[in-house]
RNA sequence: GUGGUUGUAGCUCAGCAGGUUAGAGCGCUGGAUUGUGGUUCCAGAGGUCGCCGGUUCGAACCCGGUCUUCCACCCCA
């Protein structure tokens, strides 16, 4: 008989019990904070229809779609020219009608049109469920994997920007990871264009933007040469992209020269106002204006923040911003919405490279009762439905295994008690108790052991 | 989508210019120690050399294809 070898799709992953110990934490340190600025949860389906995923992020994420093939006979719509003209785009929308979700803001944008009757606004929700795309897979990049998105629809307060802000700056401090976060305003950048005179390429030319610490000012002039900007356009950015200094500095350099520009002055306005009210808050990491930031998300409309991982090359590890029309698709104007969204997997990455996570994390028993035999076993299951009513997580060894084999067994799973409860300790009424870090062990009543336990 | 890279024991890897029975460390199982793990010593189990095909007297090694891994670009969390 032959077998196939056990294999998992390309980019997805397993994930064990240590590595589910933490995910867990950063998941619920994630949680903790959304909550605590009052956002509620909620889910959408793994998959939705191709007409609320297509058209949202760009050709590009329309490519990166995995697509669901139609139950039964998924044919029935292609008639035979369809299928001699091997035409794929086309033959593709016949076959398919549903996709998985690639991001949850668009899921999320249908959902609030859905839903609308339902919402007081501005609604602040949280939603943490995994995306797939069909990108290939490298470093810090999946197919699968978990976003937690934070967004406040229904309002156009720049406080919403504020607050994302703060939410991020806490989330990351308890997580113990150095950022940087960046900010930037995408009605600045249409201010370039505008004054540019590129008012309409202003998409590209931001990707271009984008790209300067990586391929360099010179980088930046050959690529916008090639996507047939002028040089004399490329002439009025060019004082721009060397800006220095810091935060006030960059604006006042920014406020002269976009002054004929009335959208780029509005991004320099909503810019400082957002760096006036974080004023007021105490954050761990200083905010930084990186006029350079654009985001591919075709979406966004004004604040763009992006937050990367100090001396990481892991690409961002939470990213969003201001999207003003998101839901007008759906047919509900208006509505305006901001939000970010955390990577949990390049988090997780980014802390077990940096050996964040403590060892706490992965215990999970805190006691283990050896199991000696059938008297002493039935003696114990009593003792350990005490120790589990005093909220303490205890297991029995299920077979009367040789001792060597339980003690390695608790230590293999980071177990830091172990109860012995032999024949001695019955006729004593006491239990043994070894510290399996320190090796040593003491002799306790019931009582005893579980106020120990309590402490530790 | 473009370019490159990897695949040998559960894990990390050796394996000389194609030549007999494919190796190490860690882990695992058992014993030294019949109520004590993590240290030490001894023994043992475990491999269609990713898969398919080709060249050759002979292939883990050379060639073609395919899958997979990882990386860069594109784009992104």
């Known amino acids: 008989m032959t077998f196939q070898k056990p294999t998992i799709p390309k980019g997805s992953r397993d994930f064990g019990p240590s590595e589910m110990a933490k995910r867990d934490y950063i998941?619920?340190?994630?949680?903790?904070?959304?909550?605590?600025?009052?956002y509620q949860p909620i889910e959408t389906p793994a998959m939705e229809n191709l007409s609320?995923?297509?058209?949202?992020?760009g050709e590009e994420g329309d490519k990166l779609l995995f697509r669901i093939l139609n139950s039964g006979d998924f044919l029935s719509n292609v008639s035979g020219n369809d299928l001699k003209s091997k035409d794929p785009v086309k033959l593709i929308n016949l076959i398919t009608e549903k996709g998985l979700k690639y991001?949850?803001?668009v899921p999320f944008a249908?959902?609030?049109?859905q839903h609308q009757n339902e919402i007081t606004f501005p609604f602040k929700r949280y939603q943490i469920q995994p995306v797939w795309r069909a990108d290939r897979p490298q470093k810090g990049r999946?197919?699968?994997f978990y976003q937690c998105d934070v967004d406040i629809i229904g309002s156009k307060s720049l406080l919403s920007e504020v607050e994302l802000i703060k939410i991020a700056d806490e989330v990351f401090n308890r997580l113990g990871i150095k950022v940087i976060i960046k900010i930037n305003n995408r009605k600045i950048l249409a201010g370039i264009a505008e004054i540019m005179g590129q008012a309409e390429q202003m998409m590209k030319i931001t990707i271009a933007i984008?790209?300067?610490?990586k391929i360099g000012l010179d980088g930046v002039k050959h690529e916008l040469l090639e996507i047939g900007i002028p040089q004399s356009s490329i002439d009025k950015l060019l004082p721009i992209l060397t800006f220095t200094g810091d935060f006030e500095e960059k604006m006042f350099l920014l406020r002269d020269n976009l002054s004929s520009s009335k959208i780029g002055l509005q991004g320099v306005y909503e810019l400082e106002t957002v760096r006036e009210y974080l004023s007021f808050f105490e954050l761990s990491t200083a905010v930084q204006l990186d006029l350079s930031l654009a985001r591919g998300l075709n979406y966004y409309t004004g604040a763009i923040i992006e937050i990367v991982a100090e001396d990481m090359k892991i690409g961002s590890i939470c990213g969003g911003g201001r999207y003003d029309d998101l839901t007008g698709v759906f047919g509900?104007?208006?509505i305006s919405g901001v939000g970010i969204s955390f990577g949990a997997d390049r988090i997780y990455d980014v802390m077990d490279q940096k050996d964040l996570f403590s060892e706490e994390t992965s215990q999970v028993t805190k006691v283990m009762f050896v199991n000696f035999g059938e008297k002493e076993e039935k003696?114990?299951?009593s003792i350990i439905e005490k120790v589990r009513k005093a909220e303490i997580s205890a297991e029995l060894y299920p077979d009367h295994s040789k001792i060597k084999k339980q003690m390695s067994y608790a230590n293999n799973k980071n177990i830091k008690f172990v109860a012995m409860v032999g024949e001695d300790e019955i006729n004593e009424n006491k239990i043994t108790l070894r510290n399996m870090t320190s090796g040593e062990q003491i002799r306790l009543t019931l009582g005893e052991l579980i106020s120990k336990l309590q402490l530790e």
């Not at 609320?52 to 992020?57: F, H, M, S």
């Not at 984008?210 to 610490?213: A, P, Q, R, V």
């Open 27 to 38: 998941f619920s340190v994630i949680k903790t904070v959304f909550k605590k600025y009052g």
């Open 142 to 144: 999946y197919r699968e």
């Open 332 to 334: 509900l104007k208006d």
């Open 379 to 381: 003696y114990c299951l």
């Open 210 to 213: 984008d790209k300067i610490e």
């Open 103 to 105: 991001d949850l803001t």
């Open 52 to 57: 609320t995923l297509l058209g949202k992020c």
């Open 110 to 113: 249908r959902y609030v049109v």
